[in-house]
């Protein structure tokens, strides 16, 4: 199927985040893309607000039946206004608010041959059986992608039909993979050698080439086929099933064409939890490193094809796997229906509720409803129809002999009436993601069923169902949720009190399943929003509580004020300063909503797993905690830091590839545009002042005038130009030749040091003139001089001024011995050299420093980083990338798209029930783990916590458990605490500490220690640390080690409650 072109600007602004998970050319063909939606229950709008935000072209919206209180509990969309209007007119308008740029219209007649014919995708929401087949049927046969979509209480449903040929361009999230050539052989087969290892590369890849010297006949060559020598040995084999099952388990897997390392770490207590979290019937190659005989296997080479009539390789040049479309068939849903393919770690699982959701179709077909809830005739009449099915057939036709789970049919049948929010949260982002694989071609789509269940959340016990008395409808908007958990357990979920730290995509999220599950609804519970963070442009593209006239502006109470039109009756609280966030939390749950690695609070990078885990043992409270990247939750490698104390002495490690030359930038603006000149050492006699005096040397040429025009910037601009990419270059050279040989007879540059070669400005040249234009700008507004954007302009400029005299270098030092030397050189003179320079400096206005901002696309602060690093990989001849490239590597931007962020608090939602619901065991809960590209969905029990014991003690401890002591009135001593911890736990303490600040030690002199026992403990805290005790603090945390511990022993905190 073809989707047509679109003329349409993609605003890469708004979708900065997601374009980095489908690239530009997937972004314009979402942008063209039409889509008709049938169903806007809560399921539908999930699907509705992902794909508005995501910006599809046009949304059509399609459910004429009238708003019910059951809609409520997931359709946020709806409100008491709307019962008995139309769902999709009642939806439509919110709808369009998400995005302006997406028309949302409405169809409220049938769905026919000839409207299908006008959609790319159709999705079918929370729709009868019979609908299904015959749209799905129409689908198939017009070429039109078709998904089915529906959640029953705690389990849901999702199929896809793409056509039996359709083709996927990308089939992962993964970048291709590179690696930096080191030598290509003439032969047939020629004989590539990498840089590093060539281990990623697999026999089946496809790859070309780029910046080669000498062998240009390989640069921008078709793909070829390579062959990996050497390559590790590959056996086939299956777990077996007398492995022991439980703890941390590390298996090198290959699944499908790459190799990956997983690291398990689990709770599986049985063979079934663990073939969900590994596809137990999936052959597994799992890679070797030895031969048959044990012996270690070479390093591998690349065979690349003939290269015998090539010319002769130089040097340089990157290699660069090809990904290989891949083509997918789906079979129509009535063939699919009685012959599934399911995505699940358990088939036999996945089938039976495959015959749950057939039986709950013809139940609603014979009597018009779904069951009344936990009502057991209704369920027992459902695991009839079940049984009476017809039996489902293989992948080869073959009827498949295998008993029906009753049970778990009869718990889906008990629970189906309801409609839970966080449940619509997961199936509607992964059916979201599903559309967008169809429109664009990227990633594998669904093969061809999935079944999700968190049934759980259900009670283990039988005794402590809910009865169908408590679950009868209410008319109120939890009804759907009543359905399934009871009013008493509806109770209970408002007398809730949690802390939401984070407010962005996934902290919305999270604030809208709140309001739709009524947390903290009543009038004696609440929410509390914490974050300092202010609302970006590219905010708006994953979540639905802000808009346009919100950007700037502090992310707490945005999402709080909105949240009131879903729930009026929870209104959240929001923290301007949150200091005493712990403090504030005491007594309610806390959920963490962030990006990883980090959070930023108040404007710092601050380590938010350190904070939230610390406040969250302190007090003692449950700690959710969610997050993602891209398509996959996960961490993302940050860049390298960039500046160095060793002058030019990075360049001596070649860049292998773009991301390496974004430490160019930072060092290059660490001595000149963020040079305070009351920062130099004053004095020879200041720690490490010899060699920060020395390498300052290099401020003497860039720092002998002040700017006083536009014109002065460019020259400084012109110069910085010359200073980075020849001079500095030339200088690097004279000092290590391309020919220098070591003392074992190897060449200097060799292996990872790659010969640099210096540039010669041209201003013909778009890099060389960004350059220019963003260092000067830089530089004008750190003086507060007035800049300009005219390329032109400018152009001309640089073609009347001279190239600036070399500027005084900075000295290259290879080791700290050297830079040593050269430092002890430097004496008075030179002192007073440096200081009579910077006197131009002393009686004018301070520099105005400059903060990096990446999300101001006027600032120039990104064109500077782009082209320096630009610049700088063509010193070294490795391909540079483009603007969007650069900004998210040194901005260290994570990939973010509406569907996983939804998705993942949607799972968080689900663990919320189980934690409201009262005490439940370990095996109740669940980490999830989910790859929307990939189609990988992970859940399992989490490990227990280690438990910790000192063999003299009679106790044991874990990690969560802390030692708690009351202060007494009136307070204790020092003395009194540490006889109380000897007679309360056994514990003879040798040191002990609050913080960093030592407060007793065995090893003191008799009087220290008398001087310390004496004073009570608060009082001897403030003393040692010089810091008082604010007047709200509830709790000082201490740490103790005691006589007998063991080496590896750390006993748990100590809680001194004040």
Not at 363 to 369: A, S, Y
Not at 505 to 526: D, H, N, P, R
Not at 867 to 883: K, T
Not at 979 to 986: C, I, N, S, V
Request: glycine share 8%; aromatic share 6%.
């Amino acid at each position: 199927m073809t989707v047509p072109e679109t003329s349409k600007l993609v605003d890469e602004e708004l979708y900065s985040r997601q374009l980095y998970v489908l690239d530009l050319p997937a972004m314009q063909k979402i942008q063209g893309a039409k889509v008709l939606l049938s169903g806007l229950q809560g399921l539908g709008a999930e699907v509705a607000k992902n794909l508005v935000l995501m910006g599809v072209g046009s949304l059509t919206l399609h459910d004429p039946h009238p708003t019910c209180w059951s809609d409520l509990a997931a359709q946020f969309f709806l409100s008491e206004q709307d019962l008995e209007r139309s769902r999709a007119e009642a939806s439509q308008e919110l709808v369009a608010k998400l995005n302006r740029a997406v028309q949302v219209c409405i169809h409220t007649g049938d769905i026919t041959k000839e409207l299908l014919l006008d959609f790319q995708v159709v999705v079918l929401t929370t729709s009868k059986l019979e609908e299904q087949l015959k749209v799905g049927t129409l689908c198939h046969k017009l070429g039109v992608c078709f998904l089915v979509a529906d959640t029953r209480g705690l389990v849901g449903q999702l199929f896809c039909d793409f056509g039996e040929d359709f083709t996927v361009q990308d089939p992962t999230e993964a970048e291709p993979l590179t690696a930096a050539i080191q030598h290509i052989s003439q032969g047939s087969p020629g004989i590539l050698t990498l840089k590093t290892e060539a281990q990623n590369f697999c026999d089946v890849d496809l790859v070309t080439f780029s910046g080669i010297e000498g062998m240009v006949e390989l640069n921008g060559c078709d793909p070829r086929p390579i062959h990996v020598r050497g390559k590790p040995t590959l056996s086939t084999t299956r777990l077996s099933t007398q492995a022991p099952i439980g703890g941390t388990h590390s298996l090198v897997l290959v699944l499908g064409d790459r190799f990956s390392l997983y690291l398990f770490q689990h709770g599986a207590r049985s063979r079934t939890q663990m073939q969900d979290r590994i596809e137990y019937n999936e052959l597994l190659r799992v890679r070797s490193h030895t031969d048959e005989a044990g012996s270690p296997l070479e390093d591998g080479t690349l065979e690349i094809g003939d290269t015998a009539n090539f010319s002769c390789y130089l040097s340089g040049g990157i290699v660069t796997e090809v990904k290989r479309p891949k083509t997918v068939s789906h079979k129509p849903l009535d063939v699919a229906l009685l012959q599934p393919h399911v995505v699940a770690g358990e088939a036999y699982h996945a089938r039976c509720l495959h015959q749950a959701f057939r039986a709950l179709h013809q139940f609603q077909h014979l009597h018009g409803r779904l069951p009344q809830p936990w009502d057991p005739v209704d369920a027992a009449m459902v695991v009839g129809l079940a049984r009476s099915l017809e039996p489902l057939k293989g992948t080869g036709g073959e009827p498949l002999e295998e008993p029906l789970d009753e049970a778990l049919v009869q718990t889906v049948a008990l629970s189906s009436a309801g409609s839970l929010s966080p449940m619509a949260a997961i199936m509607g982002a992964v059916a979201a993601q599903e559309v967008l694989k169809a429109i664009s071609g990227k990633f594998m789509p669904l093969d061809q069923w999935l079944y999700f269940d968190a049934l759980d959340c259900l009670p283990e016990d039988g005794e402590h169902l809910p009865k169908p008395e408590d679950c009868a409808p209410r008319h109120c908007r939890y009804d759907g949720q009543i359905a399934v958990f009871g009013a008493g357990f509806q109770e209970k979920l408002s007398r809730q009190h949690y802390l939401l730290v984070g407010a962005g995509a996934i902290g919305c999220e999270l604030l809208k399943g709140f309001a739709l599950v009524g947390l903290g609804a009543g009038t004696s519970g609440g929410v509390t929003v914490a974050d300092m963070d202010h609302i970006e442009r590219s905010n708006l593209s994953r979540q639905f509580l802000f808009s346009t006239v919100d950007i700037g502006v502090s992310a707490s109470p945005y999402p709080c004020l909105a949240s009131w039109t879903v729930l009026p009756q929870c209104p959240p609280i929001h923290l301007q300063h949150p200091p005493a966030l712990f403090s504030e939390a005491q007594g309610r749950g806390s959920c963490r909503s962030c990006s990883p690695p980090e959070f930023r609070l108040a404007g710092d990078r601050t380590h938010l797993p350190t904070g939230s885990h610390y406040g969250a043992h302190l007090w003692e409270q449950l700690l959710f905690s969610c997050g993602w990247c891209g398509c996959c939750p996960g961490q993302f490698p940050s860049p390298g830091p960039g500046m160095s104390l060793r002058g030019s002495s990075v360049c001596l490690q070649r860049p292998s590839t773009i991301t390496n030359s974004y430490d160019l930038p930072v060092l290059e603006l660490g001595p000149h545009v963020a040079f305070c000149a009351d920062r130099a050492p004053t004095s020879l006699a200041e720690p490490d002042g010899l060699k920060v005096l020395t390498l300052l040397q290099e401020a003497l040429g860039v720092l002998r005038e002040r700017p006083q025009t536009w014109q002065d910037c460019v020259v400084w601009a012109l110069g910085h130009w010359q200073l980075c990419f020849h001079n500095s270059i030339i200088q690097l050279l004279n000092r290590f030749p391309p020919d220098k040989v070591l003392e074992d007879g190897t060449l200097f540059w060799s292996g990872s040091k790659q010969c640099p070669k210096p540039l010669e400005f041209d201003a013909s040249q778009d890099t060389h003139l960004l350059y220019v234009l963003a260092a000067a700008n830089l530089y004008a507004q750190m003086h507060g001089l007035p800049g300009s954007r005219d390329q032109t302009a400018l152009r001309e400029l640089l073609k009347s001024l001279l190239l600036p005299v070399p500027q005084h270098l900075a000295p290259i030092f290879p080791n700290d011995l050297e830079l040593s030397r050269a430092s002890a050189e430097f004496g008075p003179e030179q002192l007073k050299k440096l200081h009579k320079v910077l006197e131009v400096w002393s009686g004018s206005p301070p520099l105005k420093p400059l903060k990096f901002e990446k999300d101001n696309d006027s600032n120039f602060h990104v064109d500077f980083v782009a082209a320096a690093a630009s610049l700088r990989a063509q010193n070294y001849g490795i391909p540079p990338a483009n603007r969007a490239q650069s900004k998210r590597i040194v901005g260290q931007i994570i990939p973010a798209i509406a569907t996983t962020t939804a998705a993942v608090a949607g799972l968080l939602g689900l663990e919320l029930y189980k934690v409201v619901g009262g005490p439940r065991p370990l095996s109740a809960f669940r980490h999830s783990r989910l790859h929307l590209a990939e189609n990988r969905f992970n859940r399992w029990v989490p490990c227990a916590p280690a438990i910790q014991k000192c063999h003299h003690l009679t106790w044991t401890w874990t990690c969560w458990d802390c030692l708690k002591v009351p202060a007494g009135q009136p307070e204790r001593t020092l003395k009194s605490l540490l006889a109380h911890l000897q007679e309360r736990y056994g514990m003879r303490v040798k040191m002990l500490l609050h913080g960093k600040a030592l407060l007793y030690s065995a090893g003191w002199s008799p009087e220290k220690q008398a001087q310390h026992l004496a004073l009570r403990v608060t009082k001897l805290v403030q003393q040692v640390t010089s810091q008082m005790i604010e007047p709200e603090q509830r709790v000082l945390v201490l740490e103790l080690s005691c006589e007998g511990e063991e080496e590896d022993t750390t006993f748990p905190p100590l809680h001194y409650e004040l």
